[in-house]
Structures are given as structure tokens and as C-alpha cells.
């Protein structure tokens, strides 16, 4: 992994095309911007993760058709 230091409206590039820009920080959060090509897809490894657990547990389930269309049902009424 490659560490580096870097300051509020300051910069990174990964190949020529991908820019990752410090924009600003705030106690222990900081805020990134991220100029990619639209074809590059970008996603909060958080989320990554949760698609991941949810397809793998999606593949073991038994839940029927009927039900997952109940639980969708419910989903919309929140």
C-alpha cells in the first residue's frame, strides 16, 4: 500500500486519468473529490462490502418469490 501525506486542495493522480483531491478536513474526517472517466466505477468500500454479504447470503437463501415480494412490499410502505 502507498501512504501519502497530503493537504487540503491538494492532489493525487492514479494513471493520467483518475484524480483524487483533498477538499477538506474537518476533525477527524475529510472530505475527497474524484475526477474519473464515467466508465471507471467508484464505490464506498462500505457499500462494496454490504453488495457482496447481501449477494452471498442472497445465493444460500430459501426464501420463496412470494416472499421476497412481501418483504419488497413492505420495503416501499417505509
Same mark, same amino acid.
Given at each position: 500500500? #502507498? *501512504?501519502?501525506?497530503? /493537504?487540503?486542495?491538494?492532489?493525487?493522480? @492514479?494513471?493520467? =486519468? @483518475? %484524480?483524487?483531491? *483533498? #477538499?477538506?478536513?474537518?476533525? =477527524?474526517? *475529510?472530505?475527497?473529490?474524484?475526477?474519473?472517466?464515467? =466508465?471507471?466505477?467508484?464505490?464506498?468500500? %462500505? #457499500?462494496?462490502?454490504? *453488495?457482496?454479504?447481501?449477494?452471498?447470503?442472497? !445465493? !444460500?437463501?430459501?426464501?420463496?418469490? $412470494?416472499?421476497? /415480494?412481501? !418483504?419488497? /412490499? $413492505? #420495503?416501499?410502505?417505509?
Amino acid at each position: 500500500m #502507498l *501512504v501519502l501525506t497530503r /493537504k487540503k486542495g491538494e492532489s493525487l493522480l @492514479i494513471g493520467g =486519468d @483518475i %484524480e483524487i483531491s *483533498v #477538499l477538506e478536513i474537518a476533525g =477527524d474526517s *475529510v472530505r475527497i473529490g474524484i475526477k474519473a472517466p464515467g =466508465d471507471i466505477g467508484i464505490l464506498r468500500k %462500505e #457499500l462494496y462490502v454490504s *453488495v457482496e454479504n447481501m449477494n452471498r447470503n442472497a !445465493q !444460500q437463501s430459501t426464501i420463496s418469490a $412470494q416472499d421476497l /415480494k412481501d !418483504q419488497f /412490499k $413492505q #420495503l416501499k410502505k417505509k
